[in-house]
């Protein structure tokens, strides 16, 4: 039981059951938005007001269609904000303060282990390689 009671009192089980009460949340408004104003603005220039009451009929089946459009522009409405609002600022953000640091190393192009990038021979092998300094390495 005692593993049971840490493993629900573990930072990212409270974490994810935050983001999920919050998801829940954030889905409920973002289809209000797509419902209440996006598919009003849709339908001012294609003239249909509710997307929910498209439907086909091929002989004595119904596939309403709809409802699918609806659940779709949702999505994407959601897909679009999480990623402009949420992920794009959170990479900018770990970006800036945590860069990615350049290797000090590089393989061996014969035994492929690891040496430095100025070694001018592997300490694995003894086979000659070309010094690498960081202009070379640095993309134009």
Request: aromatic fraction near 10%.
């Amino acid at each position: 039981m005692s593993g049971f009671k840490k493993f629900l009192l573990r930072g990212n089980v409270v974490e994810l059951a935050v983001a999920v009460v919050i998801g829940t949340a954030f889905t409920a408004i973002v289809n209000s938005f797509v419902k209440d104003v996006l598919t009003p603005l849709i339908a001012a220039v294609g003239g249909q007001p509710d997307f929910s009451d498209l439907k086909l009929t091929l002989g004595r089946a119904d596939f309403t269609y709809g409802n699918f459009l609806n659940a779709l522009i949702g999505f994407l409405m959601i897909a679009t904000v999480i990623y402009f609002l949420v992920v794009n600022p959170y990479e900018r953000l770990q970006n800036r303060f945590f860069p990615k640091e350049t290797p000090d190393e590089r393989e061996c192009p014969e035994c492929l282990s690891m040496i430095p990038k100025p070694a001018r021979r592997c300490a694995h092998c003894t086979a000659e390689v070309t010094p690498v300094t960081d202009q070379a390495t640095s993309a134009p």
